[in-house]
């Protein structure tokens, strides 16, 4: 569905028609709520990061910089020409532990490194053109479901969404009872939509050790084995 199509429906549940710039709002906070509770499919992609040569007087290219809107990072490889080979991803500390100066102790081909703001240190630092293929999953922003005519990017989690701006818009308004209602919707809802999208994984998507953003996970009531 799209944006409008979701902002309807909550309406028509709410009776508040005098919540639309509110509603567009909290559909967009709600579903990158919704976004740190699970890595839905839809919003994992692979993607392929330059590392550029180094441009003199320059002679390495000690980091790269992650795609906005990251949240986890599940796999990692070094591509240099036509071959590939892992890349590790570590936590800061073990990293530099290891090697103090990571960016300026050794220059050559990147075999590990470490996240920190956005942005992946590489070690050794790069010395020529390199390519970094990296599987991860985004959250929902602006770009993705800002106007709308913008389609759902996490088409499982439309119906958890609308329950979980319906509970706020109500609550709001006073009508606790009602929102609460709501609240327990979504959240059943969430768990349903959660299961059918870990039925259609068919491979290990369980992010790499000091690979997550700094977005904080919200505290949601989930039923256990629908955490993760």
């Known amino acids: 569905m ?5 902002n309807a429906l909550v309406t028509g549940f709410t009776g508040r028609t005098d919540k639309d710039a509110l509603i567009n709002t909290l559909l967009l906070v709600g579903l990158r709520e919704i976004a740190k509770t699970h890595d839905f499919m839809s919003m994992v992609s692979t993607v392929d990061i330059v590392i550029p040569a180094p441009i003199p007087p320059a002679t390495n290219t000690p980091s790269v910089s992650l795609p906005a809107n990251w949240h986890h990072v599940f796999e990692a490889r070094l591509i240099n020409g036509s071959s590939s080979m892992k890349f590790e991803i570590h936590q800061k500390n073990w990293v530099v532990e290891r090697w103090p100066n990571i960016t300026d102790t050794n220059v050559g081909i990147p075999v590990l490194g470490y ?3 956005g942005n992946v240190y590489l070690y050794p630092a790069a010395n020529a053109l390199y390519g970094l293929r990296v599987t991860l999953s985004t959250l929902p922003s602006d770009d993705t479901f800002g106007d709308g005519a913008d389609e759902c990017p996490i088409p ?3 119906m958890p969404l609308v329950y ?3 509970e706020r818009i109500l609550k709001g308004v006073g009508a606790y009872e009602e929102g609460q209602v709501y609240g327990n919707d979504y959240r059943l809802s969430l768990i349903d939509s959660i299961r059918t999208d870990r039925r259609a994984i068919t491979k290990d998507y369980t992010p790499l050790v000091g690979s997550e953003s700094d977005i904080p996970k919200p ?5 256990p084995f629908a955490r993760r």
């Open 156 to 158: 499982l989690a439309e």
């Open 2 to 6: 799209t944006k409008a199509e979701l």
């Open 115 to 117: 996240i920190e703001g």
């Open 164 to 166: 979980w701006v319906c």
């Open 219 to 223: 505290d949601s009531y989930l039923d």
